[in-house]
Every structure is written in structure tokens, then in C-alpha cells.
């Protein structure tokens, strides 16, 4: 999953390098920290927050397969 969302991200910001994501698991519920270079999180967000909720719901629909619940977090 984390090389999924790093594939995403990666595609849509100027600065590939710049993208760290960190996973922290927990028992049913999986937590992404998504950090980015501040001149590309908008365009992680999106206008009104719809890429990053493109994401999440990619990110949700993925982990509904495998019986999990996961969470994206936008870190600047």
C-alpha cells in the first residue's frame, strides 16, 4: 500500500524526491503520513481537497479487500 500511494504522489508533484511516506499499523487500522515538499502538497491536495480524497479512496477501497481500514494523513 505504502508503494502504491509513493507511485500516486510521486506521478502528480515537480519534486519525485521530496515524497516520504510512514506507515504506522495499528490492530485493525493502518495510519499513512504522506510528507511532501510545501510547493507540492497543493497539488497533492488538489482544488477543494479532491485529489487527496481520489487518493484516500483508492487508498480505502484497497484495504476493504484485504479486511483492514486504512487513513491517509497530509503532513506539510
Excluded at 506521478?11 to 519525485?16: E, G, K, Q, R, T
Excluded at 515524497?19 to 510547493?39: M, Q, S, W
Excluded at 480524497?53 to 483492514?68: E, H, P
Aim: aromatic share 2%.
Amino acid at each position: 500500500m505504502k508503494e502504491l500511494i509513493e507511485y500516486i504522489v510521486k506521478a502528480l508533484v515537480d519534486d519525485p524526491s521530496s515524497i516520504e511516506v510512514k506507515e504506522v499499523a495499528g490492530d485493525k487500522i493502518t495510519i499513512y503520513e504522506l510528507r511532501a515538499n510545501k510547493a507540492d502538497i497543493g497539488k497533492v491536495i488538489g482544488k477543494r481537497g479532491r485529489t487527496a480524497g481520489a487518493i484516500r479512496t483508492i487508498i480505502n477501497a484497497v484495504s476493504a479487500r484485504q479486511g483492514k481500514r486504512a487513513v491517509l494523513e497530509i503532513i506539510e
